[in-house]
């Protein structure tokens, strides 16, 4: 079985730009979790998409935003880029992301933001 | 929300040697992950505790959960260069049944030969 993957795998934007990132998910699977990872803060929540409806939401401003796909395919989106969203974002999925499920994470996609 | 610290911070060990990584809660904890990270990639999956007392092994890696303590560790014997890497612990928001997971800031794991 194909692993969660995410593409980009690297992407270079300036300030005040936007960008999408695209994770898809292992197959049968059909909850899709976001985090941002960076040096200062760890590793954060920032959303959890099931069956299209965002279920769960991390405390990050309205820049980030995302939606997933009737095939369960995500994508998340931040507007307005900052340098402080320089980071590796990782998605995971898990059958239904219920708290005693195991979530599988991508490789991640690294945003600089310069 | 849920805190997790993991101690020590970084590890540096000798190829062979054993070691143990540890991870406390500031509340009851309601299941514990154990994830392995390389530097810049993706976290990969080690083990799941749900119950306090619980052990699981795989291969030369060890985690126990203790409810009272609010704490699990992860032990892994006979330490190879294999094993290095930044060992993260994570866990549900307590009281929901959704899968958010807290994670804690992470244990570097540097082994040498």
């Known amino acids: 079985k194909a692993g969660v993957t995410q593409t980009p795998r690297y992407l270079i934007k300036t300030r005040g730009q936007q960008v999408t990132l695209s994770c898809s998910p292992i197959s049968g699977h059909r909850s899709v979790s976001w985090y941002q990872q960076t040096p200062g803060q760890g590793l954060q929540f920032l959303f959890e998409?099931?069956?299209?409806?965002?279920?769960n939401k991390g405390n990050f401003p309205g820049r980030f935003s995302g939606r997933q796909f009737s095939n369960s395919r995500s994508e998340m989106n931040v507007s307005t880029l900052e340098l402080g969203d320089s980071a590796l974002y990782l998605c995971a999925s898990s059958l239904a992301g219920l708290a005693q499920e195991t979530q599988y994470f991508g490789p991640g996609t690294r945003l600089l933001v310069l | 929300s849920q805190e997790l610290e993991q101690s020590p911070q970084s590890l540096i060990v000798q190829e062979g040697k054993n070691l143990t990584i540890n991870c406390t809660s500031s509340k009851t904890l309601y299941g514990l992950y154990w994830y392995k990270q390389k530097y810049g990639e993706g976290l990969i999956f080690l083990m799941m505790l749900q119950k306090g007392g619980e052990e699981k092994s795989h291969e030369k890696i060890t985690a126990k959960l203790d409810e009272k303590k609010q704490q699990s560790s992860l032990h892994i014997t006979a330490s190879q260069p294999s094993h290095a890497g930044i060992y993260l612990c994570?866990?549900?928001?307590?009281?929901?049944?959704?899968?958010?997971?807290?994670f804690g800031r992470g244990t570097q794991l540097t082994v040498w030969p």
């Open positions: 994570g866990a549900p928001d307590r009281g929901s049944t959704l899968g958010r997971l807290y």
């Open positions: 998409y099931f069956s299209e409806t965002q279920r």
